[in-house]
């Protein structure tokens, strides 16, 4: 069974992958890690790109998704295309409480009020318990550093202290470019949101598509400061690894 990695093994593992494809960081991960390794995607094209590579690779990937009960219809719809075309069943992790309870819970909607509870309490804490309960040694996240100014402070092969587990980012150093180059030329199925001007897609009340010249996730929480729901910001542990 593969082990964890040292501080000092993540930051090698890091230097040598930087500047490898996709496809080489990802096999580099299953190799090292599986089956203690886990995907999380929120169905983005970029999660789409690696569930593509991950079905050539070890298509054996624990996948999951974090359906908040917020979930667009053509989200949840693409899961079924996507295991139609590749084998692999996406595992809905959900919170414990369904949208009608919690709202009841708080007297209506957090979304608009509380927005950071609300993705603290449907998508953080619900990603935390999935993490204790498969255990997985690492995990795999379709960020690409020009997105956001938390994202552009990722490696490839990081610590996550939020988790406690190795993250590695394959497509970091991706552009929006690159993905759509990817999706066409393999026919990758993808949201069709993305053609609607949503080039960021979460949850559909804090969800908008973009105008001319706003940037790709200026939908998100629009309006707001909050460009995060939390899973990518970056959270420090002297040491890191064990």
């Known amino acids: 069974m593969p082990t964890?990695?040292?501080?000092?093994?993540?930051?090698v593992a890091n230097d040598q992958l930087t500047m490898a494809l996709p496809e080489e960081v990802l096999r580099w991960a299953v190799d090292r890690f599986h089956p203690c390794i886990l995907m999380a995607t929120a169905f983005g094209a970029e999660g789409c790109c690696i569930i593509h590579m991950l079905a050539e690779i070890e298509p054996r990937t624990t996948v999951i998704n974090i359906d908040t009960g917020y979930q667009f219809p053509e989200t949840l719809e693409l899961r079924e295309r996507l295991k139609a075309r590749y084998g692999i069943a996406v595992e809905y992790i959900r919170p414990e409480l369904t949208v009608a309870e919690y709202e009841e819970e708080h007297g209506g909607p957090l979304y608009e009020l509380r927005?950071?509870?609300c993705c603290h309490d449907r998508k953080i804490m619900?990603?935390?318990?999935?993490?204790?309960r498969l255990n997985p040694l690492a995990w795999i996240s379709a960020i690409r550093k020009d997105q956001?100014?938390?994202?552009?402070?990722?490696?490839?092969?990081?610590?996550?202290?939020?988790f406690n587990v190795v993250k590695v980012n394959p497509l970091l150093n991706w552009t929006k470019k690159d993905v759509w180059a990817f999706v066409m030329k393999h026919d990758v199925p993808y949201n069709p949101l993305h053609d609607q001007n949503y080039p960021s897609i979460g949850c559909w009340p804090c969800t908008r598509p973009v105008q001319l010249g706003e940037d790709d996730r200026a939908g998100r929480w629009a309006g707001k400061v909050k460009k995060e729901c939390g899973l990518h910001v970056i959270e420090h542990q002297d040491g890191g690894g064990i």
């Open 4 to 11: 964890q990695m040292t501080a000092e093994e993540i930051a």
């Open 126 to 132: 619900p990603l935390k318990n999935a993490m204790k």
């Open 115 to 117: 927005s950071d509870q």
């Open 148 to 162: 956001t100014a938390d994202r552009g402070k990722a490696d490839v092969v990081q610590w996550d202290a939020k």
